[in-house]
T-cell receptor
Framework: ETGVTQSPTHLIKTRGQQVTLRCSSQ?????VSWYQQALGQGPQFIFQ???????GRGNFPPRFSGLQFPNYSSELNVNALELDDSALYLC???????????FGEGSRLTVL | AQSVTQLGSHVSVSEGALVLLRCNYS??????LFWYVQYPNQGLQLLLK??????LVKGINGFEAEFKKSETSFHLTKPSAHMSDAAEYFC?????????????FGSGTRLLVRP
């Protein structure tokens, strides 16, 4: 059984640029959630996708957007990057909207 | 609104000693409560969870936690610390009956285990 995989693992961008992070969900899982973990803090919920539709969103501006594909993989897009966007971005998949979350190892984004 | 408070950003214990990591929550309705562990450069792994039923919950790696409604607490314990327990631990809450599995995390406690 393949777990949750994320890419890239590390990346560096400059302010104003755009970034796309990718997540492959665990086999059989149809729901993907994204979390932002700033240094020294707990993860914060960005949004969740269930069967290709957004199902809940945290307190993040519209420049944070996402997609879920028919194979249930997902992308997180962030436009107009700001320094405060530097963080570890975690993807978690689950079977159903209320299923147990299984986390990937994250993508660490540094914005200079 | 729900929130989670973890007392102590760092906890240091000797190998073999009791581990106690504190978590208090605020929730207007009965919560679902979780403990996750994060090892360096890794994602989060579920240690244990409380949803309903028995208030003493046993998890992986010898950890357990007790839900105390009167104290709004969900402290994590392990009788004897092992060097491999050194990691960051996060307490989280999700309101029961929510339509999506959105977790609200505390700020974490880093456990250091001294030889």
């Amino acid at each position: 059984e393949t777990g949750v995989t994320q890419s890239p693992t590390h990346l560096i961008k400059t302010r104003g640029q755009q970034v796309t992070l990718r997540c492959s969900s665990q086999s059989g899982h149809n729901t993907v959630s994204w979390y932002q973990q700033a240094l020294g803090q707990g993860p914060q919920f960005i949004f969740q996708y269930y069967r290709e539709e957004e199902n809940g969103r945290g307190n993040f501006p519209p420049r944070f957007s996402g997609l879920q594909f028919p194979n249930y993989s997902s992308e997180l897009n962030v436009n107009a990057l700001e320094l405060d966007d530097s963080a570890l971005y975690l993807c978690a998949s689950s079977l159903g909207r209320n299923g147990e979350l299984f986390f990937g190892e994250g993508s660490r984004l540094t914005v200079l | 609104a729900q929130s989670v408070t973890q007392l102590g950003s760092h906890v240091s214990v000797s190998e073999g000693a009791l581990v106690l990591l504190r978590c208090n929550y605020s929730s207007s309705v009965p919560p679902y409560l979780f403990w996750y562990v994060q090892y360096p450069n890794q994602g989060l792994q579920l240690l244990l969870k409380y949803t309903t039923g028995a208030t003493l919950v046993k998890g992986i790696n010898g950890f357990e936690a007790e839900f105390k409604k009167s104290e709004t607490s969900f402290h994590l314990t392990k009788p004897s610390a092992h060097m491999s327990d050194a990691a960051e631990y996060f307490c989280a809450v999700m309101r029961g009956g929510d339509s999506s599995y959105k977790l609200i995390f505390g700020s974490g406690t880093r456990l250091l285990v001294r030889p």
